[in-house]
């Protein structure tokens, strides 16, 4: 779980929100704003990669997935190495066996945001911070990657930070935050994900 308290995050002395919400397992939480509002800047702060002011706790092992994310070479599989047998799994989901053995230079955009999001999802975190994973998948892709993100959170007990632009009927179930206001704002703070 993270717990944010008077919790202001800042570029260059300009406020950009402040948060006092709590995230707790179980639960995909989706993160959405204008362009220069924060989304990434939030998830950086908690991975402790940008200076904000106030406090959160987490409770857990997080890890983070930038936007801009680095694959390992030089084959896609050299990516799962820390849980091979786990990312057979997610492979099978995808159906991307024949990615396996690819250069990683040679994939597209899609193809190497599920390499990514499979390399996260095989370790073990309980905490996911996701900056616009599905970006470059095509539509049927994004929505078998929301399914999934719904699914660990469930299953795995997982609690899911997701920045997303794209935010359509597939994110339905998630809890849509919204940077509004110079605040991080949630729809009710009386749904179970905040109790």
Do not use: W
């Amino acid at each position: 779980m993270i717990q944010c308290r008077d919790f202001r995050l800042s570029i260059k002395n300009e406020l950009l929100f402040t948060c006092d919400l709590s995230f707790k397992k179980g639960f995909v939480y989706v993160i959405k704003g204008e362009n220069g509002s924060g989304k990434t800047s939030f998830l950086r702060a908690l991975k402790g990669l940008f200076k904000y002011e106030g406090q959160f706790a987490i409770n857990g092992k997080m890890i983070y997935q930038p936007q801009h994310f680095h694959l390992f070479q030089k084959y896609a599989k050299d990516n799962f190495f820390s849980d091979m047998q786990r990312a057979e799994r997610f492979v099978r989901y995808f159906a991307i066996e024949d990615l396996l053995d690819k250069s990683v230079n040679v994939l597209s955009g899609g193809e190497r945001q599920k390499i990514a999001l499979i390399r996260s999802v095989i370790q073990d975190y309980d905490i996911l911070l996701l900056d616009e994973p599905c970006s470059q998948m095509d539509q049927k892709s994004m929505e078998m990657t929301h399914a999934l993100l719904f699914e660990l959170a469930q299953q795995e007990n997982k609690c899911i930070l997701l920045v997303s632009h794209q935010l359509d009927a597939s994110l339905n179930q998630g809890i849509v935050l919204e940077i509004k206001d110079k605040q991080l704002i949630s729809p009710s703070t009386s749904h179970s994900a905040y109790r």
